[in-house]
């Protein structure tokens, strides 16, 4: 038996689409497209780790580096963000190309915050949103929340959080939250911090979590035996 399959993946276009493919070894039904926050790349180890542990269960996943980041190797994102939610709509359509089931969206931080700003305006892009350590505000400044769309938000999402990030406590998140119409959910991990790292290490025991609250929470049928053998 072999493995999930990695690729370079790439498509032209205006934007442009650029990352990796992760497809488990008996093909995918649904995938998703997962992307970075402001301070990395398509490369971090919490996207590594994510996209390897969905496809070994069965779920598709294209991790990609958003317009920003295609244009330069380094440092933060520059406007309003519209070039990169066309980005990720770009990336999102050349999943559906090679997946014919449900697709769902998301990233870490700056990348999750895109996803969910291009579902409020586009509610039938994607089937469902995965994000990680959503930035709700910046450090210290608790009353700057970026929630202005977050009563258009017709799409169910999955936030997951660690109790320590700065960028929003849990009880923050969870008061947020109330602003969403459609289902959401808080997954929180104890002690974490903004890259949901343990001494700068993604624990597989987390990762494993997340799987599975992602397939409880949107009723995705995954092979999660694999995930714990």
Excluded: W
């Amino acid at each position: 038996m072999t493995g999930p399959r990695v690729t370079k993946f790439e498509r032209k276009g205006d934007p442009a689409v650029r990352g990796f493919l992760h497809l488990p070894d008996s093909g995918a039904r649904n995938g998703l497209v997962f992307t970075h926050g402001a301070g990395g790349d398509c490369n971090s180890a919490l996207l590594v780790a994510l996209a390897e542990a969905f496809s070994e269960v069965g779920l598709g996943v294209l991790r990609c580096n958003l317009p920003f980041r295609q244009l330069r190797p380094h440092g933060p994102p520059r406007g309003d963000g519209s070039a990169d939610r066309e980005g990720l709509k770009a990336a999102v359509n050349a999943l559906r190309e090679e997946i014919s089931g449900r697709i769902f969206l998301g990233g870490q931080s700056y990348g999750g915050r895109q996803a969910t700003m291009l579902c409020a305006a586009e509610p039938k892009l994607g089937d469902g949103l995965l994000l990680t350590s959503y930035p709700l505000h910046p450090p210290g400044k608790h009353d700057a929340l970026r929630t202005e769309h977050f009563p258009r938000l017709k799409t169910d999402v999955l936030f997951v959080h660690g109790t320590r990030d700065p960028f929003a406590t849990s009880d923050e998140m969870r008061t947020a939250m109330n602003l969403i119409p459609a289902r959401n959910r808080l997954l929180d991990f104890e002690g974490l911090g903004h890259d949901l790292a343990a001494r700068r290490k993604i624990d597989p025991a987390m990762i494993s979590r997340i799987v599975q609250a992602f397939s409880d929470f949107f009723s995705i049928q995954l092979k999660l035996d694999r995930a714990s053998a």
